[in-house]
């Protein structure tokens, strides 16, 4: 188990994938509620959509405690992974701190630890614990264009510490 600080991660997270307490539709047409947390992994049909997308389907609020229940799941959900991903990389999360830690998993929040795994050069400067690269390296990416501000924040974290 990593040793991070939940409330910071996610407030953190909030900020970078928003709060609702009703269903959405992300940018990708997945459905999503509460922090992010995508309610499976394929957007909807058109007619799907259109349906859920009624008065009262997806405008009732879900109680707070339910949200907040869904985000520990998924904490613990990408801990797991980034974990199993760091081992698969032969790098040493221990170590790191806080705010390290918390860079990573909101970048496999984002994006999953499959392509986590694809930042390799990030990853072997973190093994060495260049962390001036490793922030250049999660800069250089498709995912640093497509996520605008979010990205230099989450890099500076890396470097910072």
Avoid at 74 to 98: F, G, I, T
Avoid at 121 to 141: C, F, H, P, T, Y
Wanted: charged share 30%; proline share 4%.
């Amino acid at each position: 188990m990593l040793n991070y600080d939940h409330e910071a991660l996610a407030a953190e997270l909030k900020r970078d994938e928003g709060y609702r307490d009703t269903p959405y539709f992300d940018s990708r047409g997945i459905l999503t509620i509460g922090i992010g947390h995508a309610m499976g992994h394929a957007s909807v049909t058109a007619n799907t959509r259109i349906a859920m997308e009624r008065e009262g389907v997806m405008d009732t609020p879900w109680p707070r405690a339910v949200l907040e229940q869904l985000f520990a799941i998924d904490c613990d959900v990408h801990e797991a992974e980034l974990e199993r991903l760091a081992e698969k990389m032969n790098a040493n999360l221990e170590p790191l701190s806080d705010r390290r830690i918390r860079a990573l998993l909101n970048m496999t929040f984002n994006m999953g630890a499959r392509r986590l795994g694809g930042f390799l050069r990030m990853w072997a400067a973190i093994k060495i614990g260049n962390w001036e690269e490793a922030e250049v390296q999660a800069l250089d990416s498709r995912w640093a264009r497509q996520v605008g501000p979010r990205a230099p924040r989450v890099a500076a974290m890396l470097r910072e510490g």
